[in-house]
């Protein structure tokens, strides 16, 4: 849920920038131009702000390369969710053969997501930007990826403790079953 709603608020944030406020003021300055050297600047500052807005400008060059990276996360997670069914073991235990891979991507975006909203804080201490506050306010509207929230920081302990947990379990459970005792005894 945590991935598909930042994918979702970073669509709505560059819809919103794009159809609503960029092309709005197109619309209002051509309105108002009276040439063909009017349109083409309002076309121009149509296309720089749309850049801008959309973080592929010069000033937002930080945040998009971030962004890149956590779309590089979430494709990774993805193709690890697919690349292999769930089953479940003799236990009841739902399991993945990729699940350490699978929360490791996890923990690698979460560590993105909260990088974001401070390299945007920080770009728009430099000089305010209120685009850089929205996608903020989208990406982090319930102040979940803020690094004091101890939300985040207990999820990742626990995490981290599921994952040993889980690697325990399995060492356990393969050196005591009888396929490892015949692999050793062969081996």
């Not at 819809?15 to 009276?34: C, D, K, V, Y």
């Not at 990729?98 to 804080?121: G, S, Y």
Request: aromatic fraction near 8%; charge should be positive.
């Amino acid at each position: 849920y945590e991935v598909s709603q930042c994918l979702h608020a970073v669509q709505i944030y560059m819809t919103h920038q794009l159809h609503n406020i960029s092309w709005h003021e197109l619309q209002a300055e051509m309105r108002g131009a009276r040439s063909v050297s009017q349109l083409q600047q309002a076309h121009q500052t149509y296309l720089n702000n749309a850049m801008e807005r959309l973080l592929l400008g010069e000033s937002t060059r930080a945040p998009h390369e971030i962004i890149l990276k956590i779309f590089k996360h979430v494709t990774l997670f993805v193709k690890l969710l697919q690349s292999a069914q769930f089953t479940t073991d003799l236990q009841g235990h739902v399991t993945h053969p990729h699940f350490d891979k699978i929360i490791q991507r996890h923990e690698d975006f979460t560590k993105q997501a909260v990088f974001i909203l401070k390299v945007a804080e920080s770009s728009n201490s430099s000089g305010y930007k209120p685009y850089i506050d929205e996608f903020m306010l989208r990406l982090d509207f319930n102040h979940y990826y803020q690094s004091s929230n101890p939300i985040v920081k207990r999820r990742s302990m626990a995490g981290l403790n599921l994952l040993a947990s889980a690697s325990k379990t399995r060492l356990a459970s393969s050196l005591s079953s009888p396929s490892s005792n015949l692999a050793r005894s062969v081996g």
